[in-house]
């Protein structure tokens, strides 16, 4: 039972949801500026589910109110406090650190021909500033935050205009970044474009025009635009390649692995066309084609995807180098549409009767993890690194400023024990980064209520607090676990 020496171990954070600052820097809006979190909300809607109109995110933009129903503005100031938060990071004894550069601090509406050199400093700062610790930058490229420029403009991603655009941030990035970055991401949980069309697409639901049918068009939306981020994916590794051979582009995977509800056939079936979908985006990125029966399935929905000349040939000549993944929860798949589904506003999917499950109905599966990973090592024989896993919950101060978390502590201990299992089968698994190292704001929920990390900050879902920075039990824990690769847990 022991990972292999150089095993990365670390945490992972996004722009838009740490790094606040949203107006400086010249940076400009994206969509996750417009998320709200509005007093009394039911906590468990989905806020990045929010249906965004171009009236409510003009609003969203011209509101006064602009910090505090707007969490994802502020994150935790981790825009000037990188420095203080990288030196916890490395008292814990992490080797890499998974971080997400903001296009529109780079190119404030997308179109601008030249970049925003207050952005590029701002990131040749924390980058610089990790490589001084000795901890490794995985840099996600695109992590749910695409300019609203672009979105108000063409539905974003839907317009296959936004391709030279993203070519031009993408390289500005290898430029100015790639000397000190050897693990790049392109989408942060591509798949999800699916579920939440906005955040990750930029896709306005109204603006979008219906099928010829009558029928709304959305779904045809997202998929458009998932191929044009499958598209600059693979510019983005060809790129990449070029400019820096050694280094290492990944994609990322929402892995919801996903069991029959029950033993009946039907349920098995339904099962197996749901892992067809959800395998899709890593066929499309580690294989580089679109499997045919997942085509065939698309197409029996009315989708089609609109491939243009020299598309083919780019996927197969560019797959990536490594497949990441994130895994918080197991899904259950049921035809029968009276299943007890699971509560609160995790992406709904049938009660596991032998699982328990966190407050926002995420099922705590660690064997799940090494389902997954010999799942994903199997079928693509690429090199694994998990980039998210974590428990939020509700974590609370006690009168002496302690945050004793030995939920948290379990829940990553179970984990690692079925992770560690996965690689003495043989998992080729690169590494690993917990989400999060550092309390911020959740996406789906807009709240800190939902806290993930081994660093608690002092702030509530409304902005108030000092930001306080304070060492919960779990950042001993994680310090011990690192500082023994693993074994000692
Ligand atoms: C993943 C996202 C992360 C993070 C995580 C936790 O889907 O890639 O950005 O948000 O989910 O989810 P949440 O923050 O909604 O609790």
Redesign the pocket.
Known sequence: MALPDGFLWGG?L?A??AEGAWKEGGRGPAVTDVNTFKPGADPKQ?A?HHVNTVESIRAALADPDELTYYPKRRGIDFYHRYPEDLALFAEMGFTVLRVSIAWTRLYPTGEELEPNEEGIAFYLGLFEEMRRLGIEPLVTLA??DPPLHLALKNNAWVDRGILPLFERFVRTCFERFGHLVTYWLSF??ID?IIRHPFTSGGIIEEKVPPLANGESGLEQACYTALHHQFVASAAATKLLHEMFPESQMGC?L?MLTTYPNTCHPDDVAATQEKERLLYLCTDVQADGAYPRLALNLLARQGVTIPFEEGDAELLAAHPVDYISF?Y?MSMTESVNPDAERTPG?TILGVKNPFLPSSE?G?QIDPVGLRISLIDLYDRYNKPLFIV?N?L?MRDEVTPDGRIHDPYRIDYFRAHFEEMIRAVDEGVDLLGYTS??PIDF?????SQIT?R?GFIHVDMDDLGNGTLERRRKDSFFWYQKVIASNGADL
């Open positions: 992972a996004a838009n949801q989905y990045i992590h749910y942060n949980e999800g990322m929402t994130s918080y506003n926002w995420w998210e974590g939020g989400w999060s704001i959740s996406a789906s929920t939902k993930y």
